[in-house]
């Protein structure tokens, strides 16, 4: 089939690949603008769009997906099919309509569950032990569409948000492959979403990434990791906001049976543990304002935390 390759991030360019390495011709690249990048906030092309030049596909990258000139230019490249991974903006009703076989989604998920911008981060954050992959029909509802293909990862345990998208991205390649294969082949049937099971992944913001030292260990300790690499978990202390990295939520508290109060801050020789809400957890790098990621306890012995300072009394 003619393909159009929808996509802007780095968790795209291994569908993209591996879709230039199958028996589908893609014709052409649909992305993201170029965004300003790095310390000088210059302007760069996206992950997708870099491949594609570098293999000579043409490439479209409307301000908006709703760009009245982009209907006229997908229509001329005479697509079949339209593969989406993570481009980043809303296709209308008269767009979807263009290719013969539709837009077809890869999206990080086991639809019905985590519909949304979020999938890999609010399922980490919600302790979730399965994640996957899921490819659909795009429809004009939020990935409502019929469901394609599946396929399944576990979460483990340490996973952080950017460790399983990286596993899904390489992975969820060869599912829109096969997906892609069998709509040409006709051997595919596509599924109606069962309506129960649904759930929402909206945008980790900022805000939502700001731990809580009330809450239990675990609960911090999956919040910091769904938000690694993205937005980063942070907190403050002594006014000042700090990124925090994944923390070690610890079993039985301290080795010599220390009461910490949510927040209060204990710093040894080789570790450094905050109070939660439960048990303490351990603090792995951290990242104060303009200084580089280090080890917590090198961060503390420069700060010299003082006994019974504690994070986030600022909140």
Not at 125 to 149: C, H, K, R
Request: aromatic letters at 4%; proline letters at 9%; hydrophobic letters at 45%.
């Amino acid at each position: 089939m003619r393909l159009l390759f929808a996509g802007t991030p780095e968790v795209a360019v291994p569908s993209l690949r591996a879709l230039l390495d199958s028996r589908h011709e893609v014709v052409a690249v649909l992305t993201r603008p170029d965004a300003r990048a790095g310390r000088g906030r210059s302007l760069r092309p996206s992950p997708v769009a870099e491949v594609a030049r570098e293999v000579g596909l043409p490439v479209l990258a409307p301000a908006s997906g709703r760009d009245p000139a982009l209907v006229a230019d997908v229509a001329a490249l005479d697509v079949d099919c339209a593969p989406v991974v993570a481009y980043g903006q809303l296709l209308p009703r008269d767009l979807l309509d263009v290719p013969t076989h539709g837009w077809i989604n890869l999206h990080f998920s086991l639809l019905p569950a985590w519909r949304g911008a979020a999938p890999v981060q609010r399922a980490i954050i919600a302790g979730d032990e399965m994640g996957g992959a899921s490819t659909f029909v795009i429809e004009e509802g939020l990935d409502t569409g019929p469901v394609l293909g599946v396929m399944t990862e576990a979460i483990g345990p340490r996973d952080t948000a950017g460790d399983l998208l990286g596993r899904l991205a390489v992975a969820g390649a060869p599912l829109l492959v096969r997906t892609l294969d069998a709509i040409e082949n006709g051997t595919v049937q596509a599924r109606p979403q069962p309506a129960d099971g649904v759930s929402y992944a909206a945008k980790v913001e900022a805000d939502d990434a700001r731990v809580d030292w009330r809450l239990p260990a675990v609960a911090i300790d999956r919040l910091i990791r769904g938000c690694t690499p993205v937005p980063g978990g942070w907190s403050t202390f002594r006014g000042e906001r700090i990124r925090l990295g994944p923390v070690e939520p610890t079993l039985d508290g301290l080795p010599d049976g220390t009461p910490l109060a949510p927040g209060e801050i204990v710093a040894g020789k080789n570790a450094v543990h905050v109070g939660t809400g439960t048990a303490p957890v351990r603090l792995g790098l951290v990242r104060a304002h303009g200084k580089k990621e280090m080890d917590a306890a090198a961060w503390a012995r420069g700060v010299r935390v003082d006994a019974g300072e504690r994070m986030g009394e600022d909140a």
